[in-house]
T-cell receptor
Framework: TQLLEQSPQFLSIQEGENLTVYCNSS?????LQWYRQEPGEGPVLLVT?????EVKKLKRLTFQFGDARKDSSLHITAAQPGDTGLYLC???????????FGKGTKLSVKP | DTGVSQDPRHKITKRGQNVTFRCDPI?????LYWYRQTLGQGPEFLTY????????KSRLLSDRFSAERPKGSFSTLEIQRTEQGDSAMYLC?????????????FGPGTRLTVL
């Protein structure tokens, strides 16, 4: 059983479209992080959210942590081909240091 | 701040051989993590160190796996008697315990292929 469920698994869109990726759990997380990963490379941190209801913006990317700290979303406005990659959400629980990852959403933005 | 580095980037080995990977964390990061990522999956936690102490090990870390961080700086991950199922990307990450939350920064990974 996956503790963090990401949806959709795959997303193929045209340049300029908007999209939202979801990360859901039945468990509470003390923090949640979003990473983007290119093929053959390690994940690159995009954002960390810690407070229920928190919203963070990074240029065209908007991240939200659910009020109950069980879910999160990533919204991309006017997607560009450079946004193509694997988007991973990962959370920490309590005092545990290790990250629990979802399976990721593979995004492809076509020009 | 040069980021987390890992060596080698790629390793091809025959089943039954031993392999060792190295990770150099961001300087002054006292926590170091190892993860494994197979195709189509997110990374899975293997083990982590705070300074030189190994504080937690996942059940994924069989007795063929051993990790060390002798001086609290770089770390090595050794796999003995490799099996084809060990083929994966091995990722290292580091963080500072003084950071809230414990934000982890990843290296580029070592891709292991066991033939």
């Amino acid at each position: 059983t996956q503790l963090l469920e990401q949806s959709p698994q795959f997303l193929s869109i045209q340049e300029g479209e908007n999209l939202t990726v979801y990360c859901n759990s039945s468990s509470v997380f003390s923090s949640l992080q979003w990473y983007r990963q290119e093929p053959g490379e390690g994940p690159v941190l995009l954002v960390t959210v810690v407070t229920g209801g928190e919203v963070k913006k990074l240029k065209r990317l908007t991240f939200q942590f659910g009020d109950a700290r069980k879910d999160s979303s990533l919204h991309i406005t006017a997607a560009q081909p450079g946004d193509t990659g694997l988007y991973l959400c990962a959370g920490t629980r309590g005092s545990q240091g290790n990250l629990i990852f979802g399976k990721g959403t593979k995004l492809s933005v076509k020009p | 701040d040069t980021g987390v580095s890992q060596d080698p980037r790629h390793k091809i080995t025959k089943r039954g051989q031993n392999v060792t990977f190295r990770c150099d964390p961001i300087s002054e990061h006292n926590r170091l993590y190892w993860y494994r990522q197979t195709l189509g999956q997110g990374p899975e936690f293997l083990t982590y160190f705070q300074n030189e102490a190994q504080l937690e090990k996942s059940r994924l870390l069989s007795d063929r796996f051993s990790a060390e961080r002798p001086k609290g700086s770089f770390s090595t991950l050794e796999i003995q008697r490799t099996e084809q199922g060990d083929s994966a990307m091995y990722l290292c990450a580091s963080s500072r315990t003084s950071g809230t939350p414990d934000t982890q920064y990843f290296g580029p990974g070592t891709r292991l292929t066991v033939l």
